[in-house]
């Protein structure tokens, strides 16, 4: 059973920092990809960065604007990181990790693009 489970959201001062962790489990692919999204209640989701591993590669999005980093842990292909640096108040949302269970080639896909989601992280921006 495909799992994903987000972590490190909470409490933040405009100007922190905050890293967010998303570990996924339950299926053994040869191509996939895992892509960060972030949410506001009555807005659609709004991808952020990804990884791919079908092409290897690390990909953002407008929407990380310099502010956001994603990384993968050394030792497990299934545990991503994004960081979130010099958080503003309109960084406050959901953030959501999914998983693309077939290629993905070299770009970001859309939401709809992706096949199972996590239950989310938030993150709240308040000083």
């Known amino acids: 059973q495909v799992q994903l489970v987000e972590s490190g959201g909470g409490l933040v001062q405009p100007g922190g920092s905050l890293r967010l962790s998303c570990e996924a489990s339950?299926?053994?692919?040869?191509?996939?990809?895992l892509g960060w999204f972030r949410q506001v209640p009555g807005n659609e989701r709004e991808k952020i960065a990804c990884?791919?591993?079908?092409?290897?590669?690390?990909?953002y999005t407008d929407s990380a604007k310099d502010r956001m980093s994603i990384s993968r842990d050394n030792a497990n292909d299934k545990l991503i990181y994004l960081e979130l640096m010099n958080i503003k108040p309109e960084d406050a949302a959901t953030y959501f990790c999914?998983?693309?269970?077939?290629?993905?080639?070299?770009?970001?896909?859309?939401?709809?693009?992706?096949?199972?989601w996590g239950q989310g992280t938030q993150v709240t921006v308040s000083s």
């Open positions: 990884v791919s591993i079908s092409a290897g590669k690390l990909l």
């Open positions: 339950g299926f053994s692919l040869e191509y996939y990809g």
């Open positions: 999914a998983l693309r269970a077939r290629y993905m080639g070299s770009i970001c896909r859309s939401a709809n693009d992706y096949d199972y």
